[in-house]
């Protein structure tokens, strides 16, 4: 590291002391996020908007900013950090991404360490943003990888997740409780916009229970023996705990970030053979180069699914109701 960058890093240092030093001092209303701590949305109160000035909201993830856009509609601006075949769990935020949460009033997150640069993020950003993670009030399962193990015999530290499994949004009602949450936070920061929020809430609302819906009767057609699930990571505990399946085991056990040692990649290869399982399920944020040699060795099948991330322009995978259809239906085939 050069000099240069070292003086520059000491001055970032002190402007976010100084940061957090005034905002300590002015800091009388309760929607500043600069001690970086999750913000309950019953303490929200509304901000101050200009005529004609829109509420700035930020989403981390454009699975959650699709949700926010749902509710917000064209009332609010809002700006979604990762694009689309961005992995949330390894994701850097960059210099515009720091300034659009600094101007903005509200950060939505999902929440429970998925996001694993996010504190980060919103003390670097400074800014009077409220930090809205849209998970609160979900009921977590335990994190990937905990499955099995003997209380406090596995290292927390030794991946990036909390206390608890992120992938909250594989299973509709989880997604229904973000939709709340998003309503009620913009309700609470922009008021003059409650009637028009709250359509937009329950109309929604209504596509996801026929979304919910619909999921039970598509994984209802697998016979019962075949409703097992192998995936690059564990993704699907909510769905498999929603919707009657299992979630075998992953070619990546806890997260994509920690590579798997050869006996859990044995294991899971015993463990394919054992139930007869006919597919790898990878998704298109992470590579799929060790899935791939899995599926190769036990002579079984790679499917791709969306699953931290939409699909791009055409992928059929550009919504959330979207993306659950897609991979519900390429699940469904798959295990039949
Ligand atoms: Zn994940």
Same mark, same amino acid.
Request: hydrophobic share 40%; glycine share 10%; charged share 15%.
């Given at each position: 590291?050069?000099?240069?960058?070292? @003086?520059?890093?000491?001055?970032?240092?002190?402007?976010?002391?100084?940061?957090? !030093? !005034?905002?300590?001092?002015?800091?009388?209303?309760?929607?500043?996020?600069?001690?970086?701590?999750?913000?309950?949305?019953?303490?929200?109160? *509304?901000?101050?908007?200009?005529?004609?000035?829109?509420?700035? /909201?930020?989403?981390?993830?454009?699975?959650?900013?699709?949700?926010? +856009?749902?509710?917000?509609?064209? +009332?609010?601006?809002?700006?979604?950090?990762?694009?689309?075949?961005?992995?949330?769990?390894?994701?850097?935020?960059?210099?515009?991404?720091?300034? #659009? %949460?600094?101007?903005?009033? %509200?950060?939505?997150?999902?929440? /429970?360490? !998925?996001?694993?640069? !996010?504190?980060?993020?919103?003390?670097?950003?400074?800014?009077?943003?409220?930090?809205?993670?849209?998970?609160? $009030?979900?009921?977590?399962?335990?994190?990937?990888?905990?499955?099995?193990?003997?209380?406090?015999?596995?290292?927390?530290?030794?991946? =990036?997740?909390?206390?608890?499994?992120?992938?909250?949004?594989?299973?509709?009602?989880?997604?229904?409780?973000?939709? @709340?949450?998003?309503?009620?936070?913009? %309700?609470?920061?922009?008021? $003059?916009?409650?009637?028009?929020?709250?359509?937009?809430? @329950?109309?929604?609302?209504?596509?996801?229970?026929?979304?919910?819906?619909?999921?039970?009767?598509?994984?209802?057609?697998?016979?019962?023996?075949?409703?097992?699930?192998?995936?690059?990571? *564990?993704?699907? $505990?909510?769905? #498999?705990?929603?919707?009657?399946?299992?979630?075998?085991?992953?070619?990546? *056990?806890?997260?994509?970030?920690?590579?798997?040692?050869?006996?859990?990649?044995?294991?899971?290869?015993?463990?394919?053979?054992?139930?007869?399982?006919? /597919? %790898?399920?990878?998704?298109?944020?992470?590579?799929? +180069?060790?899935?791939?040699?899995? #599926?190769?060795?036990?002579?079984?099948?790679?499917?791709?699914?969306?699953?931290?991330?939409?699909?791009?322009?055409?992928? $059929?995978? =550009?919504?959330?109701? =979207?993306?659950?259809?897609?991979?519900?239906?390429?699940?469904?085939?798959?295990?039949?």
């Amino acid at each position: 590291m050069t000099t240069k960058s070292e @003086r520059l890093l000491a001055l970032l240092g002190v402007a976010l002391l100084l940061g957090t !030093l !005034l905002a300590a001092c002015g800091s009388t209303g309760s929607n500043t996020a600069n001690s970086g701590n999750e913000q309950s949305i019953a303490g929200l109160q *509304p901000v101050s908007l200009g005529p004609g000035e829109k509420l700035q /909201a930020v989403a981390t993830t454009n699975i959650v900013g699709d949700v926010v +856009r749902n509710v917000g509609g064209d +009332r609010i601006a809002l700006v979604t950090l990762m694009n689309t075949g961005v992995d949330p769990h390894t994701f850097v935020p960059t210099p515009s991404d720091t300034a #659009a %949460v600094h101007d903005a009033h %509200v950060v939505f997150a999902n929440g /429970a360490g !998925l996001e694993a640069h !996010l504190q980060e993020l919103l003390e670097s950003a400074g800014g009077n943003a409220a930090e809205v993670h849209v998970s609160q $009030g979900i009921e977590f399962l335990p994190p990937p990888g905990d499955a099995g193990q003997e209380p406090g015999s596995e290292d927390l530290d030794s991946h =990036e997740e909390e206390d608890a499994d992120p992938h909250v949004w594989f299973s509709v009602p989880n997604v229904i409780q973000w939709t @709340r949450n998003i309503e009620h936070t913009l %309700v609470a920061l922009d008021p $003059g916009n409650a009637g028009y929020y709250a359509d937009n809430a @329950r109309a929604y609302i209504g596509e996801l229970e026929a979304l919910d819906a619909w999921i039970q009767e598509q994984v209802d057609t697998i016979p019962e023996a075949h409703r097992k699930l192998v995936t690059n990571h *564990p993704v699907f $505990g909510y769905f #498999a705990d929603r919707y009657g399946l299992e979630q075998l085991g992953a070619v990546y *056990p806890i997260s994509p970030s920690s590579s798997p040692s050869a006996q859990e990649v044995a294991a899971l290869q015993e463990t394919i053979q054992q139930y007869d399982v006919p /597919a %790898v399920f990878t998704e298109d944020t992470v590579n799929p +180069r060790l899935a791939q040699q899995v #599926a190769n060795d036990t002579g079984i099948e790679l499917v791709p699914l969306y699953t931290g991330s939409l699909g791009g322009p055409g992928s $059929g995978a =550009e919504s959330y109701v =979207e993306l659950m259809r897609y991979d519900v239906t390429a699940i469904v085939e798959a295990l039949q």
